[in-house]
């Protein structure tokens, strides 16, 4: 088996790399996709990114073996190559895609949209056309195999991840307490969770928000809310500080709202790995897809408001929150170790075994 990894060195790419590192831990070999160089004009952007895309998918072809198994991460760059690319590795090498899910871009900007007119160009390309020559996809949820399904997707080709992996290896923090403290991690651009500067706005805020992460506008002040800066992917785990971990998006306080907001309807937030990971338990929105996860196996509580958030808090007795602590770190040890990519990975191969396919 292959897996194509992006040789990039930010903090979008933790997940891209976790899942390469649990591939190459069960025996793939890595090839590198180069990516291209951006330039003021889009059309010359695009221009040298195509012959970039042409000389890394010519890389993959000329590495892998015949009768090959390639895990792809979706979406990726040089989306008109890679469409084409497929078909060439399928007839001439007999290769076998796997295609793993981290974004579905046309569900992220037509959600709430009655007419779906998001679903055009670049992403019902990447979405529609080159996701469908998968042999087998890792989807987010049920509810986005159930999504795939109603888009012509079939079902037997769809596997559930569960939930991603985040891999961490290094110290964690000592047992949490029950508090009235709550994490939100990652971007923190207005315009991207215009939903916590209207909490931090309500000077009645009845808990406290810990902050972490970068692009805070800190021009609102409140005493319940602390920035702590922003850190790497790899040190969030054992510097994040509170007792509870927010995964929210969106517009609004009272539900998850806007596009943003819709989206998590049908994805896997990663902070919601990252605080399983940190042996932090959630908060997460009634209707996210993520919330029946939580639920079912304790790992924190679901809320159809923030501002509900105080009060329930308040209600859980030291011996429900020390559940809960005994619960995330079940989970947050296979979240840590890579268990979720790692079974979808043997299911789809033992599928394969029953259908004598070569591995």
């Known amino acids: ?28 070999q890595e090839v590198v996709f180069t990516p291209s160089k951006s330039y003021k004009n889009v059309n010359i952007t ?9 000389k890394n998918w010519w890389n993959l072809m000329s590495s892998i073996q015949k009768d090959s198994w390639v895990l792809l991460q979706h979406p990726n760059e040089n989306i008109l190559v890679a469409n ?10 007999g290769t076998k895609f796997i295609i793993l899910i981290h974004d579905l871009e046309s569900l992220r900007k037509s959600s709430g949209l009655e007419d779906g007119k998001c679903l055009e160009g670049r992403s019902y390309l ?9 042999d087998f996809i890792i989807c987010h949820n049920k509810t986005m195999k159930q999504y795939l399904v109603d888009r012509g997707f079939e079902e037997e080709r769809l596997i559930p991840l569960q939930i991603f992996d985040y891999l961490h290896t290094s ?12 994490v939100v991690a990652g971007n923190l651009v207005r ?10 706005e309500k000077k009645d805020l009845d808990f406290n928000l810990n902050l972490f992460g970068p692009n ?18 790899d040190e969030l785990p054992e510097k994040l500080e509170g007792a509870f971990g927010l995964v929210w998006d969106g517009i609004e306080v009272e539900g998850c709202r806007g596009n943003m907001g819709e ?48 009060d329930i808090i308040e209600k859980i007795s030291d011996e429900e929150y020390n559940e809960m602590l005994e619960n995330v770190k079940r989970v947050g040890d296979k979240i840590r170790s890579g268990y979720y990519l790692s079974y979808a990975l043997n299911a789809i191969f033992d599928h394969a075994i029953v259908k004598g396919d070569n591995i």
């Open 191 to 200: 315009h991207k969770c215009e939903y916590l500067y209207r909490l931090i």
């Open 263 to 310: 989206y998590i309807k049908y994805n896997n937030p990663h902070k919601c790995s990252l605080f399983l990971a940190s042996n932090m338990p959630v908060i997460i929105w009634r209707e996210a897809a993520l919330a029946e996860f939580i639920q079912s196996k304790g790992l924190g509580i679901v809320v159809d408001s923030l501002l509900d958030i105080g």
């Open 46 to 54: 695009r221009f040298f990114a195509f012959f970039v895309g042409l």
């Open 216 to 233: 805070f506008d800190g021009a609102i002040e409140n005493a319940n809310v602390k920035y702590y800066g922003q850190c790497s992917p």
């Open 126 to 134: 990447a979405d529609e056309v080159l996701l469908k020559k998968a």
């Open 171 to 182: 110290f964690l923090p000592e047992k949490r307490i029950r508090t009235k403290s709550v």
């Open 84 to 93: 084409r690319f497929i078909d060439i590795c399928k007839r001439r090498k």
């Open 1 to 28: 088996m292959a897996i194509h990894k992006h040789n990039q060195a930010t903090a979008g790419v933790k997940a891209p790399d976790d899942v390469s590192e649990i591939a190459h831990n069960l025996g793939a």
